[in-house]
């Protein structure tokens, strides 16, 4: 048999993206033009803009690709296997045999 756990992702109709989505729009409406301000006047200094777009990534990271993960985790008598995907694509993938992250126990009834 095989013990199979499936995590559903959390969903993004929830406050924490609604509001997580507003501010991310708000801050790359300010970003974008600054940063095509500073390509436009020269291009070097528009370096100085790489920390505001990671910030903002990060933002959309955390609220809108992070809620829509689902996570599977499928244990067998010989091994195991951890996914996470979004809209069907698989993100991440790791597992091995049952040795090496799973250690076996043995439930009797009484």
Known sequence: GTLLVDVPAAGLVN???LFGGAFAAAWFSAVVPA???MVASGG???LFMLPFWLAGGAVVKQTVLDPAKAT??????FGWELTQRTA?????????????GCRTASLHAS
């Open 35 to 37: 940063t095509v301000s």
């Open 72 to 77: 599977t985790l499928s244990i067998g008598a």
């Open 15 to 17: 406050g924490g993206s």
């Open 44 to 46: 070097a200094s528009a």
């Open 88 to 100: 069907g694509v698989s993100l991440k993938s790791a597992g091995g045999p049952a040795e090496s």
